[in-house]
């Protein structure tokens, strides 16, 4: 395996979106598939029993479930927690369509604006994409401007993670894993009423779905999959489809070193040498110069 120097961060750039009736939809929406609209200042979590007493809380919630009712403690939340991913944060509010925070969304919608501005044809694609938030907002900003002519890619097992490598993967991920099935994200798409004709969702694992897919040209590849071998699957067969002038956008490059370890060798090997530039704390995107 190939051991390159870390390549060095770009921050991205941080100027203010402009206000508009669009603008403001799009910032609802950003709040909405975060949680961070129905976040109330002390948000409500179920405590999940750990452990020597945990038969203690087990046996408590099953005697009163018969009511309705559970133990839950009370934690308290500000509109900082939804800034960053979810995962550091054990504060916001559950249920929500998406464990990304708020800065992811607004480079995606930094992205999508720029790849219409400069007329970079293709459409937009997530693989790895959980209960659909990310690419439920991704339809969004294509509404919010009026674009009818690009496909949003919504693709997932739908059933979480595949089959573990122990010899590729060091975390301890298992098989099914974040798994959100496919009636579960549409029903979500169906909640914003952004479930029509201009999202395709494509249902596999992606060694299987992804060589036959029928994308032609792609101006947005965002990658979210925590695998080793899922990263590699996705950009193998996807990469090449991404325009010139296209972003290509990683989600846990720097949190999880296997997911950083297929993009550095796919990089490698495919002679990938644009910068690579810092998003938040865990997401970095590179725009394709050739």
């Not at 509404?143 to 089959?163: C, M, N, Q, T």
């Not at 846990?252 to 950083?260: A, E, K, M």
């Not at 796919?266 to 704390?281: A, K, N, P, S």
Request: contains cysteine.
């Amino acid at each position: 395996m190939d051991t390159q120097a870390a390549p060095a961060f770009v921050s991205v750039p941080t100027q203010p979106l402009p206000r508009s009736p669009s603008e403001a939809y799009l910032d609802l929406m950003k709040k909405a598939v975060t949680g961070a609209l129905a976040a109330t200042g002390m948000e409500r979590h179920t405590i999940r029993p750990h452990g020597p007493k945990s038969w203690l809380l087990y046996r408590f919630n099953r005697a009163v479930a018969r009511f309705g009712l559970e133990a839950v403690q009370l934690t308290p939340s500000c509109a900082e927690d939804y800034l960053e991913s979810a995962h550091e944060f054990g504060n916001r509010v559950e249920g929500a369509e998406t464990m990304l925070g708020i800065r992811q969304l607004d480079h995606m919608q930094r992205c999508i604006a720029d790849v219409l501005a400069g007329n970079v044809p293709g459409d937009l694609i997530e693989a790895g994409v959980w209960r659909g938030g990310m690419t439920i907002f991704m339809r969004a900003v294509l509404k919010a401007y009026e674009i009818a002519d690009r496909k949003v890619w919504v693709a997932d097992s739908f059933a979480g993670l595949p089959g573990i490598d122990r010899r590729r993967e060091t975390f301890a991920w298992r098989k099914g894993d974040m798994a959100a099935s496919l009636q579960t994200v549409k029903s979500n798409f169906d909640r914003y009423s952004l479930l029509d004709e201009q999202v395709v969702f494509l249902k596999g694992y992606f060694s299987e779905t992804l060589p036959a897919a029928p994308i032609q040209r792609l101006s947005i590849l965002r990658v979210d999959v925590d695998l080793y071998q899922s990263t590699m699957d996705a950009l193998r067969n996807l990469y090449s489809a991404l325009s010139t002038g296209g972003y290509a956008i990683f989600d846990d490059y720097q949190n999880l070193p296997d997911c950083r370890q297929a993009i550095d060798d796919f990089r490698h090997e495919h002679g990938v040498t644009e910068e690579i530039c810092r998003i938040d704390e865990r997401a970095v995107y590179w725009r394709k110069q050739a």
